[in-house]
């Protein structure tokens, strides 16, 4: 008979040291969305933090991307606080910050042929991480990344009086085209394409893309990115974290047995402080990449509970 082990799951005192390290530690911004999901919280709080992130033509820069220091707007940088703006289920477009984003996004700048462009200029100017220098090929490469988050987000919104919902509708035609042919997707084009999916869901657009296809060949990409050996997940590689954050998830469905080996690995990684390392570092700017490196600590502290949270593993 087949020995059962019982589940590992995040205990009490584990729990406190990784909130006491938050307190300590985390940015402003971090810290009210760890009060948000785990200290019955609010939005409030969250969205005035972000707010000092977001500059007068509506984007967003100001490091809210650790690894990118440039103050200055970028679409992928305000495609991370839009990523706060799911977090809180804010999809009104009239309210302010969502409103200047949204403008911020149809203003044409930084657009090219797949949508909204990975790095932009300025980038080069300022501390960051090698990934961000700019680089017409990097964006080449990097294709939908950027776009597929954002044109979920505006589908979601409903924009429909203005010309930045028909630019939305236009770009995730070509992206369906490109995914569903037989070409190859970076693996952040896939995570990008993952979040589409789930907004077109919930805005109701079943009709309006093949979603049923879309579901097929979007589990079959998730499925081959997913490295399936832990032993390489201490350097960068995509987790079953990337893609499934539930049970309800579409890529769940046959990734159980290596998502509950993350949440072993999850619960037998952390530091002597109680957080997690990231698995990168920056080649230049070492001064600036230590205080990036405290910051990510504090965004995958949440991330990581959440994951445990949502699986069980960890009973607040």
Known sequence: MKEVYPVRILEP???????????????PL?????????ENGNAKPVLETLAHFQ???????????????????????TEMAIDVFRELDLYDPSHPMVKKALEFLDSGAYFGETGWLFTIPSNSDHPHAPWWTYSEETNRQNGYHTTGG?????????????????????????????LLSDGTLDIHEVR?????????????????FDVATLRTRLCALVNASIERDPAKWPFYSMRPTQFIDSKKNPFYPGNEAIVETEMDVLLSSRNQEGVWNITWKWEEYPREFAISERWWQGYWAIRNLLFLRQFGRFAQ
């Open 192 to 208: 990008a394409c993952g979040t589409f999916l789930n907004d077109v869901i919930k805005a109701g657009l079943e009709n309006r």
């Open 13 to 27: 005192d584990e729990y406190k040291q990784i909130r006491t390290w938050m307190y300590r530690n985390a940015r």
């Open 55 to 77: 500059n007068e033509d509506g984007g967003f820069g100001n490091a809210l991307e650790p690894d990118l220091w440039n103050p200055a707007s970028s679409p992928y940088v």
């Open 150 to 178: 954002l044109t979920g987000y505006i589908l979601r919104c409903d924009v429909a009086a203005g010309g930045l919902y028909h630019k939305a509708l236009s770009v995730a035609d070509g992206m369906m085209d490109k």
């Open 30 to 38: 971090e810290l009210a969305r760890w009060q948000y999901h785990f």
